[in-house]
């Protein structure tokens, strides 16, 4: 089963602690992962996906609009 992860304020390093994390739940999502820091570095979001249905790249999270 997929596995979503994240925190919100201002952490040193977001981007190896928010990778530290996705790794802790790799048993959730072995197939792919992702990753998401907002502009300001306030909000951190993480995703480990399992493929079983879509195993295409169009099943990559986190998602994001056309405009991003």
Do not use: N, T, W
Not at 8 to 18: A, Q, S, T, Y
Not at 20 to 49: N, Q, T, W
Request: net charge negative; glycine share 14%; with cysteine.
């Amino acid at each position: 089963m997929c596995g979503f992860i994240g925190f919100v304020g201002e952490i040193e390093h977001r981007k190896e602690v928010i990778r530290k994390m996705a790794d802790r739940i790799i048993h959730r999502g072995p197939d792919m992962d992702g990753e998401y820091i907002s502009p300001d570095g306030e909000v951190a979001l993480g995703f480990r996906r399992l493929s079983i249905i879509d195993l295409s790249e169009a099943g990559r999270q986190p998602m994001v609009s056309e405009d991003g």
